[in-house]
């Protein structure tokens, strides 16, 4: 008896992030080749309501795209569908839009939907599984904070960021004497400043895992300076918590916290406690941009072909993961319960101690 071609949506939702492109093109040509039919639905969830917006993707509309930045679909972190709200907090998406959604789903004849997205993408993506609609999850985050998977696409692409800019600002340090201050990425995690300063050859590393104090990042500045090493780089996470400090943030309109300025506030203090000469440099979502590594873009691909490899065995409910070298499966559930973060004793934390790099702890 011949299979009846199936119909399956796939839609990336959440910050944009190098090697989406990548996931989708995976998908379509793994359906393409069991004869399925792949709708991409335009800016996230959002394209979900009625009357539905969205493209069909073929192989021929997604070849050469894999190299490429962003995504094709569109993405967006807001809306009607917004299911995580703050740091640990979640919120139940109205009833009405789910049913909505339902029966734009319903009226094209998708039979599952893959959701690329990061925590709040996968919450959202949970909510619909436990209400009825068949979904399938693959994890996207620069901050490889998501539980349940050994890292995600985009985070190398991130790193690789922070190691470029760490390699240009070593020469105008070096060439002043001066002190470089360089705030990434990750939100509550620390893992693109950790692994994007060993990388660029940072000298002190700041991390929300591990408070610093001011005192000791200017020891560590200073030192140098005694050793004759008279340029320093420093990296600071976004989420770095100072010892008995509060986190830098400012709340938006939607209660999720925004986070920043902690590189400012680093660089004042080395300043004023050194008397060297410091400047900040903040790469924002520069470390979103551009084209995904090679690691990346192979990591996406294998992604996308698992979410169907995963709708064709009908284990729905399912976030790709990917452990031990292998592209595996967990429930989304098991994702989205807590993040992953860094821990302090880690054999990586020991590794960049054992390096001469300071904590500031």
């Known amino acids: 008896m011949t299979e009846i071609p199936k119909r399956i949506g796939v839609l990336t939702s959440g910050g944009d992030c190098p090697g989406l492109n990548a996931v989708l093109r995976g998908v379509v040509r793994a359906a393409t080749n069991r004869n399925w039919k792949v709708f991409g639905f335009v800016d996230g969830f959002e394209g979900l309501l009625p009357p539905g917006d969205f493209i069909p993707l ?7 795209i894999m190299h490429l930045g962003g995504t094709i679909l569109g993405t967006t972190n807001r809306g009607h569908f917004v299911a995580k709200v703050g740091e640990g907090s979640k919120a139940e998406i109205p009833k009405e839009i789910i049913e909505q959604a339902r029966e734009t789903l319903r009226r094209l004849q998708i039979d599952a939907v893959i959701a690329i997205g990061g925590d709040g993408s996968l919450t959202t993506a949970q909510q619909l599984w436990e209400s009825g609609i068949p979904m399938i999850g693959v994890p996207k985050t ?7 998977t050994a890292t995600t696409f985009g985070f190398d692409s991130a790193v690789a960021c922070v190691a470029d800019a760490l390699d240009r600002l070593h020469t105008t340090a070096s060439s002043h004497k001066r002190a470089m201050v ?27 895992e591990i408070p610093f104090d001011h005192e000791r990042v200017a020891n560590a500045v200073k ?8 340029s320093t780089l420093i990296v600071v996470a ?18 999720e916290v925004k986070l920043g300025g902690i590189g400012e506030i680093v660089a004042h203090e080395i300043a004023q406690r050194t008397g060297k000469e410091t400047r900040t440099c903040v790469l924002g979502h520069l470390q979103r941009g551009g084209a995904p ?40 559930a098991d994702a989205v319960h807590r993040i992953k973060l860094v821990q302090p004793d880690s054999q990586m934390v020991r590794t960049c101690r054992d390096v001469g790099i300071s904590f500031g702890d």
């Open 238 to 255: 976004e989420g770095a918590r100072e010892i008995e400090g509060h986190l830098r943030a400012r709340t938006v309109s939607s209660g």
């Open 142 to 148: 620069i901050d490889n904070d998501l539980e349940a």
């Open 182 to 208: 360089i705030e990434v990425m990750g939100r509550h995690a620390g893992w693109i400043a950790l692994y994007g300063g060993l990388a660029g050859g940072a000298d002190i590393i700041l991390i929300p």
């Open 293 to 332: 590594t090679t690691l990346d873009r192979i990591l996406g691909t294998r992604f996308g072909v698992k979410a169907v490899e995963l709708i064709a065995e009908g284990k729905f409910g399912e976030m790709v993961s990917y452990q031990n070298y292998h592209v595996l499966s967990v429930p989304i």
């Open 223 to 230: 030192k140098r300076d005694a050793d004759g090493c008279l």
């Open 58 to 64: 073929t192989t021929a509309r997604t070849a050469g």
